[in-house]
């Protein structure tokens, strides 16, 4: 999903969350991307199914805070806490939070990446309402970059190999890595 497609389904959801609509459930199960609403404080009250999705667990509404997933590292691989995430940012400063790539653990011990896009709502006196916050997946672009490095380890160390059928082998690996890096990206639609 790209960041203006991310973008417009977030202001569905923030319009939803600042109309205070009853139907606020049903709107966050419509949105194809993981989505969930804190109040001021941070505790989770509502998410839609692709969280869950996403997360490998259901969060525990009003108990868990700050993010629905069961750990969070950053795009470095150092864990971040809860409350330092860009969700607890963007509540604590009142102001949206991008551009910050993570890490999620699922408790399956599975990691994805992920670009959020926490913002905060405000009432209409301009008062803190709760945010609301969308999920990008990148696994799969990560995955395919990873695969394309390869490919070109492949091709490097073939230059450097004299045998004909090694240099050979090395070719048809790059050749497979780059088909499963172009498979990585290809729309699941």
């Not at 805070?65 to 864990?79: D, H, K, Q, S």
């Amino acid at each position: 999903m790209s960041q203006p497609a991310a973008e417009l389904l977030l202001d569905r959801a923030v319009a939803a969350v600042r109309g205070r609509q009853p139907d606020l459930q049903d709107i966050l199960d419509d949105l194809p991307a993981p989505v969930y609403v804190t109040d001021t404080s941070g505790r989770i009250i509502a998410y839609n199914g692709a969280c869950i999705t996403f997360s490998g667990r259901t969060p525990a509404a009003g108990l868990d805070r700050w993010c629905v997933t069961w750990r969070l590292y950053t795009e470095a691989g150092e864990p971040l806490a809860h409350e330092d995430c860009p969700m607890a940012v963007a509540i604590r400063e009142q102001r949206p939070v991008r551009g910050i790539e993570a890490v999620a653990e699922c408790p399956d011990g599975s990691r994805k990446h992920f670009l959020p896009f926490p913002t905060p709502v405000f009432d209409e006196d301009g008062a803190l309402a709760g945010a609301v916050n969308l999920f990008v997946d990148l696994s799969d672009r990560k995955r395919a970059e990873y695969l394309r490095g390869e490919a070109k380890r492949c091709r490097r160390l073939a230059e450097t190999i004299g045998d004909r059928k090694t240099v050979e082998t090395l070719i048809r690996m790059a050749g497979e890595y780059e088909a499963r890096a172009n498979a990585a990206e290809a729309p699941t639609d």
